[in-house]
């Protein structure tokens, strides 16, 4: 399995930006599809954005899109989360992980998950 590595993650006011990246070591994540998901005190992990093998196609959470964009560069083994105008209902802990087959917005569809990097949105 590919271990990965989340960092970016910070205390930002509402309105502000963040950047988070998803760094791969021991296995290359460039064959495979990533995802980013996010988990609040007290509830769910849940699906945030996902991105294909090339970067051409992403796709979003409602709750993200038109403000949060995956990006990825292959040759730096790496997956990035850009996240503008955030809200404080973004406070969560963000984890990237590795897909492996089912639908993309399943936690159950990854199969190698970092250890996560918390993003803290004040009002």
């Known amino acids: 399995q590919a271990q990965l590595l989340e960092s970016g993650g910070g205390l930002v006011q509402a309105g502000g930006s963040l950047r988070l990246s998803c760094a791969a070591s021991?296995?290359?994540?460039?064959?495979?599809?990533m995802g980013w998901f996010r988990q609040a005190p007290g509830k769910e992990r849940e699906f945030v954005a996902h991105?294909?093998?090339?970067?051409?196609?992403?796709y979003y959470a409602d709750s993200v899109k038109g403000r949060f964009t995956i990006s990825r560069d292959n040759a730096k083994n790496t997956v990035y989360l850009q996240m503008n105008s955030l809200k404080p209902e973004d406070t969560a802990v963000y984890y990237c992980?590795?897909?492996?087959?089912?639908?993309?917005?399943?936690?159950?569809?990854?199969?190698?998950w970092g250890q996560g990097t918390q993003v803290t949105v004040s009002s």
């Open positions: 021991r296995r290359t994540i460039s064959n495979y599809l």
């Open positions: 991105i294909a093998v090339s970067g051409g196609n992403t």
């Open positions: 992980a590795r897909f492996r087959g089912g639908p993309s917005y399943y936690t159950s569809s990854y199969d190698s």
